[in-house]
Nanobody, 115 residues
Framework: QVRLVQSGGGLVHAGGSLRLSCQAS????????INWYRQAPGKERELVAN???????NYGDSVKGRFTISRDNVRTTMYLQMNSLRPEDTAVYYC?????????WGQGTQVTVSS
């Protein structure tokens, strides 16, 4: 069974940094695109970044130059390093993968950035 277990997040002042982690199991991690999404109150869930199996990284326009997605295929863990955080980055962040034709989500992690 696919499992995605998140850690990290919390409260930080504007300009600060946080790192999110997502431990994956139940599928061949290195073969799949991994994704980070976020959802702010009253807004739709949006794609923050993804990292394809062939090594391509993509970022949403609002986080380019500030966030870095990475993956460790040995530890089957994905990461999201978030620097220069802004109040508008406040949201619940989710890791995601599509495996066996189905979407799988982490439990979500709250990130709050105070001004």
């Amino acid at each position: 069974q696919v499992r995605l277990v998140q850690s990290g997040g919390g409260l930080v002042h504007a300009g600060g940094s946080l790192r999110l982690s997502c431990q994956a199991s139940g599928f061949n991690f290195r073969l799949y695109t991994i994704n980070w999404y976020r959802q702010a109150p009253g807004k739709e869930r949006e794609l923050v970044a993804n990292f394809t199996a062939d090594g391509t990284r993509n970022y949403g326009d609002s986080v380019k130059g500030r966030f870095t997605i990475s993956r460790d295929n040995v530890r089957t863990t994905m990461y999201l390093q978030m620097n220069s955080l802004r109040p508008e980055d406040t949201a619940v962040y989710y890791c995601h993968v599509r495996s066996h034709g189905l979407p799988w989500w982490g439990q979500g992690t709250q990130v709050t950035v105070s001004s």
